[in-house]
């Protein structure tokens, strides 16, 4: 995976969590800060909070739940310490996981930076920064969140 130049590495961990259950870390880095993780065995997801130390599916403000590598880019703005869930998914008894935190100098240098980055599939699910002209994401995020709740629980239920 290329990383961007102006990207410092804090800090690489590897650990594991069970199927079903939390694995939670947290962040007190300032500025803006890019999570990588990829599960190195089953499947785990990454879930972020500024506003809980236990994020979960329910309760989140950031998350990533691909089948392969995850990441979060974390807003400087997010009070700090920030939360941090890795979710291990039911269909693996454990997953194995490295987490690699990056710090975005470009960011700390340029205030704009932040809502230039194109969203990707892995990013779909952040709430991100908008111009003050932008009309509020929040009604619509919280729409988005109960609705692929509901839809979770009616596919665990059918599965």
Request: proline share 7%.
């Amino acid at each position: 995976d290329a990383v961007p130049e102006e990207w410092v590495l804090l800090h690489v961990m590897r650990s594991q969590v069970g199927a079903g259950n939390y694995s939670y870390l947290r962040l007190s880095h300032e500025g803006r800060v890019v999570l990588r993780m990829r599960s190195l065995s089953g499947d785990a997801d990454l879930y972020v909070s500024d506003g809980t130390l236990h994020p979960s599916f329910d309760d989140y403000a950031l998350q990533s739940a691909t089948c392969g590598p995850d990441e979060v880019s974390i807003p400087a703005h997010f009070r700090r310490p920030v939360g941090i869930g890795v979710y291990g998914h039911p269909s693996h008894l454990e997953s194995e996981f490295e987490i690699r935190v990056y710090w975005d100098t470009a960011a700390a240098q340029d205030p704009f930076t932040e809502s230039a980055y194109p969203v990707t599939g892995a990013q779909a699910g952040q709430r991100l920064a908008h111009a003050p002209e932008d009309p509020p994401r929040e009604e619509e995020s919280v729409l988005w969140t109960v609705l692929i709740s509901v839809l979770k629980l009616v596919l665990e239920i059918l599965f």
